[in-house]
């Protein structure tokens, strides 16, 4: 397994708590963030790797390659290369595996899906401050729309490439090589 962009190694905890005997890989540019994860994920031994997305992947071979709120920082271009040096990583039957933010359709969704988030983020207790800051932090995302980055998948080869779950301004897209 591949995390890219693997912070602190959540996503990649709930999947080794699944399969424990996988070996894993991080990726990450945040050598600070890898170090967390090390320590959450030390019973399994991790690789690290201190990189950006927009280098080679440090491996081949891979049979799942996930990734989670990570790849919407990258421009479009960016993305459909990091799409196509992921589909070269995987053996055939691998999966790429993708949580997200995801970009509205058109402006009337996209407000639709930064209005339901600050809502969901003022219910969980977030206060102004907070939602100020995050907002910030948005500011410098690149998110594109789901129907975009599964198309980019399909072009590229993936097989069965779709959604697997989708909630207003987040979403779970996948596909396989082909056998």
Same mark, same amino acid.
């Given at each position: 397994i591949l995390d890219l962009g693997a912070g602190t190694g959540l996503l990649s905890e709930f999947i080794m708590q699944k399969f424990p005997s996988a070996s894993l890989n991080l990726l990450d540019?945040?050598?600070e963030m890898l170090s967390k994860a090390q320590l959450r994920l030390e019973k399994y031994n991790p690789k690290i790797f201190v990189q950006p997305m927009t280098t080679p992947l440090p491996i081949g /071979?891979?049979?799942? !390659?996930?990734?989670s709120l990570a790849i919407?920082?990258?421009?479009?271009?960016?993305?459909?290369?990091?799409?196509?040096?992921?589909?070269?990583?995987?053996?055939? /039957?691998?999966?790429? !595996?993708?949580?997200?933010?995801?970009?509205?359709e058109n402006d009337w969704q996209q407000k639709l899906f930064e209005a339901t988030h600050l809502d969901g983020a003022r219910a969980l207790g977030s206060d102004e401050e907070e939602i100020r800051a995050a907002e910030e932090r948005m500011a410098f995302d690149k998110c594109s729309t789901l129907r975009e980055q599964i198309s980019w998948l399909r072009e590229i080869g993936f097989q069965n490439a779709d959604s697997f779950f989708h909630s207003f301004r987040f979403a779970v897209y996948a596909g396989w090589k082909p056998d």
């Open positions: 540019e945040s050598a /071979g891979v049979h799942a !390659i996930i990734s919407h920082h990258l421009t479009d271009e960016d993305k459909r290369d990091l799409f196509r040096r992921i589909f070269q990583a995987l053996v055939p /039957g691998g999966i790429f !595996i993708n949580g997200e933010q995801i970009l509205g």
